[in-house]
């Protein structure tokens, strides 16, 4: 294994939707609610792909399809070319690890330490127990934990060290893909760039292939080198980082960048445009699904859903990129009037 | 050991692992509790009477004296060859108490058992897969609380007889639903976490995800369940004797002899009194036990 990237990809999505039946009341009919709604998405070896949006937006639904804990309604997840769902669920745990938002959450408050990192050693069978015994120890110190934690429990932890203790769960069977789910959003700001460090340190040394789940556009910036933006159980546009942060396209992605909190003084809180609050998914709005919120909407907006436009380091969807489309400028968007 | 970590900047909150472990907190509330510390202490005793009853035993309590009938306790002005009495037929009341108690005892934890296992299959099984096991599960537990206890027990053991392991195993089919309604909750609560969903991702089989992750985290409910629905075996078991459809004669049962007693009850108050004041002591003890546990575990959960 070579620790540059190749085109190979490692993990895909083809088309996949998720709709879940939310019924409303006791007599109420049910009513699909569409979690993701046929995305396509793949996933190169060793390069960081940032998943970026709102809370709700289908993010974590994701996340728990690429772990196999859901299955999709429709479409299918290959990794190396392989459908899973047809594969063992244990042998996709061997390739596929999450570490999930919430350290208070994540680890068995029942367990000690050692019990909870040599968990998937345990459940596939590695090793006797001293092999095992080592490998906790050998994972403790990678992960920059000291080793007489492994007799301690969760709750004797702080955040950070708990955060610590998930990564070296994720890690300890040496998986190919590691699934971010916002790993630092739970964490104090002092926290998180240790844990941000510690998971760019590993990626380097494991040619590690992170998908990293945030909602934190600075958390991806740092970290990712693709970038997919995703707008109600769709991907709006799909980038390089720097494409994506110096020529952003989609108006939804501008305005999540514009939504970035600085410390500079005087600058006050941001103002995203963004108007009404996130729409409801169970009954998204026509067209395209932003154009409510959107300040460059157009006429048809509200009627057609816009197709996936390719740009250079990626796609797009939206009216003003498809060239199609009598309004389409092909230049980059500069906001007018606002 | 590798690069990551020497890149680190080195964490001075890492050094600082406080506080002490779970268990050595959990033993300081149980000791700090008052209440808990009563329950267990009267309960334990009262085990122990029962485990030891024919060394502590002052007679036989089947040996039947027609010459020392109703013999008054002693602070009523018996003797101390009968410390608290005789019954109708001149036995021991002394001995007839301490047998009791392993009757009361017995049906409390036997049928708690049963309960238990049945209750908490039910509702794990329910909180944990939802859908439609969760749909029958709940059906199930509003038929069982639509159908009152102390009759279909009445109406069981009037077809089947009276006896020790009929009352047993009627109680231990008819007290599951309180398990069930406390396991599907605290499953569902347990169900969402995070750690649940790692276990999973890991490979865990469904089985392990239930024992080892979901299970620890509502076995304290599960006591405190356990030890309410001990008090409440006991105080039916104690009914259903006083009503002549449990335990049966010569049997000792501390609801029997309150039931013997009540014929005399206007000349005689102490043949009913001591053995409902030794039921309500057990029932009493047990309730704080489980007041106690609860008050001491749940701490633990909001952490």
């Not at chain 1, 999930?100 to 909870?116: A, C, G, H, T, V």
């Not at chain 1, 309004?327 to 906001?335: E, I, K, Q, S």
Request: charged fraction near 15%; glycine fraction near 8%.
């Amino acid at each position: 294994m070579s620790t540059t990237e190749t085109n190979h990809p490692v993990l895909e999505l083809r088309n996949v939707s998720k709709t879940y039946t939310v019924k409303q009341g006791m007599f109420g009919k049910p009513k699909p609610l569409k979690a993701i709604n046929d995305v396509s998405l793949s996933l190169n070896r060793g390069e960081v792909l940032g998943l970026v949006g709102e809370s709700g937006c289908g993010k974590s639904t994701l996340a728990k399809i690429l772990l196999g804990l859901e299955d999709p309604t429709k479409g299918e997840v290959r990794v190396d070319g392989e459908v899973i769902g047809a594969t063992d669920r244990r042998t996709l745990a061997r390739r596929i690890q999450p570490i999930f938002q919430d350290p208070y959450s994540s680890l068995n408050p029942r367990k000690s330490i050692e019990d909870i990192i040599s968990l998937p050693l345990r459940v596939h069978n590695i090793g006797d127990s001293n092999s095992q015994d080592k490998a906790v120890r050998d994972i403790l110190d990678i992960v920059g934990l000291p080793q007489r934690v492994m007799r301690t429990y969760p709750s004797q932890m702080s955040g950070g060290q708990r955060q610590r203790v998930a990564i070296a769960r994720a890690l300890i069977m040496k998986p190919e893909i590691v699934i971010c789910d916002e790993p630092t959003s739970a964490l104090d700001v002092s926290v998180q760039s240790q844990i941000l460090n510690l998971l760019n340190d590993l990626r380097a040394e494991f040619n590690l292939t992170y998908l990293f789940i945030s909602h934190d556009l600075a958390v991806v910036e740092h970290l990712a080198t693709r970038v997919a933006v995703m707008y109600l159980g769709r991907i709006v546009e799909e980038s390089s980082v720097g494409g994506l942060f110096d020529t952003s396209g989609h108006p939804y992605t501008q305005a999540l960048l514009k939504s970035v909190l600085t410390p500079e003084a005087g600058k006050g809180v941001p103002d995203t445009e963004l108007g009404m609050e996130y729409p409801n998914p169970i009954a998204p709005p026509s067209g395209c699904h932003f154009h409510p919120r959107c300040p460059m909407a157009m006429t048809h907006c509200a009627s057609i859903p816009p197709r996936p436009v390719p740009t250079p380091e990626g796609h797009v969807e939206c009216h003003l990129f498809d060239s199609e489309n009598d309004h389409n400028t092909g230049a980059p968007l500069v906001r007018e009037g606002v | 050991m590798s690069d990551a970590t020497t890149n680190m900047t080195p964490d001075p909150m890492l050094e600082a692992i406080v506080g002490p472990t779970p268990g050595q907190m959990l033993r300081k509330r149980i000791f700090g509790h008052q209440g808990l510390m009563i329950g267990v202490v009267v309960l334990g005793i009262l085990v122990l009477v029962a485990i030891f009853a024919p060394l502590l035993a002052p007679h036989d309590p089947y040996a039947q004296s027609l010459m020392a009938r109703m013999k008054p306790p002693v602070f009523l002005g018996g003797t101390w060859e009968h410390p608290l009495g005789t019954d109708h037929l001149g036995r021991d009341y002394l001995s007839r108490l301490i047998y009791g108690a392993r009757v009361s005892l017995l049906i409390g934890l036997v049928a708690a058992t049963i309960s238990g296992v049945i209750g908490t299959a039910m509702g794990v099984a329910a909180g944990y897969f939802g859908g439609k096991v969760d749909a029958v599960v709940t059906y199930l537990i509003n038929v069982r609380l639509a159908m009152p206890v102390v009759l279909v027990a009445l109406a069981v053991v009037a077809i089947l007889g009276g006896s020790l392991q009929v009352v047993i195993v009627v109680l231990g089919l008819l007290l599951w639903d309180r398990f069930a309604v406390v396991m599907r909750s605290s499953t569902l609560q347990v169900r969402g976490r995070e750690y649940v969903a790692a276990a999973k991702a890991v490979g865990c089989s469904t089985p392990r995800v239930l024992m080892s992750e979901i299970m620890p985290n509502i076995a304290n409910n599960l006591i405190v369940v356990m030890t309410l629905e001990m008090a409440h075996a006991i105080l039916l078991e104690a009914a259903l004797s006083f009503l002549g459809l449990g335990v049966q004669p010569p049997t000792p049962s501390w609801g029997l002899m309150v039931s013997e007693g009540k014929n005399m009850m206007l000349f005689e108050p102490w043949m009913v009194l001591i053995p409902g004041a030794v039921l309500f002591v057990l029932v009493l003890a047990i309730n704080l036990m489980g007041d106690g546990l609860r008050d001491v575990t749940a701490p633990e959960n909001r952490s």
